[in-house]
């Protein structure tokens, strides 16, 4: 229960932190996608479940204030929890180069799979200048941010997966 309510307040919070930066920050700025960076170090450090939890719920609130196609982002964001919930087994969690990569192919993707969608919905871009506008852009921010952000989620998973050893354990034991 107890890491339910950290896994819910680290959404809100990171949530916060990206709304924010995105009101603060002028507008010819892009703000890395920090609900992604959490998504994907939460696949990687507690397995598919988590990762594709994470990514519903934070790509669900991304989706209820700034989304066009409610669901479409709470979608991408469980496959990207999913997809980097592979490497739980065989990932070393002090090396930063796995989420890093790992970020900034799931911010490829996702920004790649935007671009039919807002076409549809009616903005109308060019495909040139919305990769060299958004995508590269969006990419290579969030994975600068990723360096920061993941040692705060890890030292936080560290923390709750210290809590769930010691209450496994025997009283006898203690």
């Known amino acids: 229960m107890k890491k339910n309510l950290i896994m819910i307040l680290l959404i809100l919070c990171t949530f916060l932190l990206q709304t924010t930066l995105r009101g603060i920050m002028p507008s010819e700025y892009t703000v890395p996608d920090m609900l992604m960076i959490l998504t994907c170090s939460m696949g990687l450090m507690r397995g598919k479940k988590a990762g594709m939890l994470t990514g519903f719920f934070g790509g669900l609130l991304y989706d209820l204030f700034y989304g066009s196609v409610f669901g479409f982002t709470a979608l991408c964001f469980l496959y990207a ?4 919930g592979f490497l739980f087994k065989v990932f070393f969690d002090e090396d930063i180069r796995v989420p890093m990569a790992t970020v900034g192919i799931c911010e490829l993707i996702y920004k790649m799979l935007s671009f039919p969608v807002e076409y549809a919905v009616g903005r109308q871009y060019r495909f040139r200048s919305y990769l ?3 995508v590269i852009p969006a990419v290579i921010a969030s ?4 360096i920061a952000l993941y040692y705060l989620y890890r030292l936080i998973n560290r923390r709750i997966v210290a809590q769930e050893t010691e209450t496994r354990q025997s009283p006898w034991l203690r």
């Open 81 to 84: 929890g999913f997809a980097s």
């Open 132 to 134: 060299v506008g958004s």
């Open 143 to 146: 994975i600068l941010f990723t």
